[in-house]
C-alpha cells in the first residue's frame, strides 16, 4: 500500500503571480538624462525623434527601443518563469527575475543602437559631425551619450 501526501501551494502560486502583476518593468531613457550642455533636446527627446522620425525635419525612422526589446522577449519570458517557480522557496525571487529581465532587455536596446541596421546619415548630417570634429557615420552614434542613456527600472504599478 502507498500513501501519497499532497500539500496545498494554491495560496504560495497565487502570491507568487501577484507579485509579478504588481510591478513592471520599463526600458527605456529617463527625461533627466540629459548630459549633452550644447543640445536644447535631452536625450529621452532624441531617442524618440530617432525612434520615430521626423518628416518635417528629414530625419528617417531609425526604431531601436521597440526592436531591441522585443528580440529579447523569449529570454525574458524564460528568465521570468524561473523566477516564478524559484518563489516558492526564495522570497526575493521575484523582484531577481525582473531585475535580470530589465538588464537583458537594457543591454538589447543598447545592442540594436550599436549593430543597426538603419537608414544611412544624410550627406548633411555627415559633413556637419565632422564641422564638430566628430567622424563617427554610424546613425545615432554622434557621442554614445544616447546609447548610455538607455536604462530600465523596476517598479510598483
Known amino acids: 500500500m502507498s500513501v501519497t501526501v499532497t500539500m496545498d501551494r494554491s495560496a504560495e502560486v497565487i502570491a507568487a503571480v501577484q507579485a509579478f502583476v504588481k510591478r513592471d518593468v520599463l526600458v527605456g531613457i529617463p527625461e533627466d538624462t540629459n548630459a549633452r550642455k550644447s543640445d536644447a533636446m535631452g536625450n529621452a527627446a532624441i531617442g524618440y525623434v530617432n525612434e520615430n522620425g521626423s518628416p518635417a525635419n528629414n530625419i528617417p525612422a531609425r526604431p531601436f527601443l521597440l526592436p531591441g526589446v522585443l528580440s529579447v522577449t523569449g529570454r525574458c519570458a524564460a528568465v521570468l518563469k524561473h523566477a516564478a517557480l524559484q518563489a ?26 550599436t549593430t543597426g541596421p538603419f537608414a544611412p546619415l544624410s550627406a548633411m548630417t555627415i559633413s556637419m559631425r565632422k564641422a564638430d570634429g566628430i567622424s563617427s557615420v554610424k546613425p545615432l552614434i554622434r557621442t554614445g551619450q544616447l546609447r548610455n542613456s538607455i536604462t530600465y527600472v523596476v517598479k510598483d504599478r
Open 88 to 113: 516558492f522557496t526564495d522570497d526575493d525571487a521575484v523582484n531577481k527575475g525582473l531585475e535580470s529581465a530589465g538588464q537583458i532587455a537594457r543591454d538589447a536596446v543598447k545592442k540594436k543602437i
